[in-house]
Nanobody
Framework: QVQLVESGGGLVQAGGSLRLSCAAP???????MGWFRQAPGKERVFIAA????????LYAEGVKGRFTISRDNAKNTVHLQMNSLKPEDTGVYYC???????????????WGQGTQVTVSS
């Protein structure tokens, strides 16, 4: 199983920014990458995804215009730039990899351990 490693989480005030990173070996060819969030007591939800060329992206409605997903295939990394953070963005953010393009968690076969993001009001 491929190991994905997230980093960049932390505590930030509302309105602030964080940049999450996900590193993985052999990240690139033909794999879409996604970010999901799980808040305490809630299901894991889709946040953003990027297909393997980096051209096409998908975002959850609640993060459009605030979050940007990007990837650097040469460095086997994926980033999630999060701006104008809100308390409801709080949760554990997971990076995931998929051979299929989409927003459903079941399409993603490889997952990281997650990084905690806490947004204070």
């Amino acid at each position: 199983q491929v190991q994905l490693v997230e980093s960049g989480g932390g505590l930030v005030q509302a309105g602030g920014s964080l940049r999450l990173s996900c590193a993985a070996p052999l990240l690139t060819f033909n794999y879409a990458m996604g970010w999901f969030r799980q808040a305490p007591g809630k299901e894991r939800v889709f946040i953003a995804a990027i297909e393997w060329t980096g051209i096409n992206t998908l975002y959850a409605e609640g993060v459009k215009g605030r979050f940007t997903i990007s990837r650097d295939n040469a460095k086997n990394t994926v980033h999630l730039q999060m701006n104008s953070l809100k308390p409801e963005d709080t949760g554990v953010y997971y990076c995931a990899r998929s051979t299929a393009w989409g927003t459903d968690a079941f399409r993603y076969s490889d997952w990281g351990q997650g990084t905690q993001v806490t947004v204070s009001s």
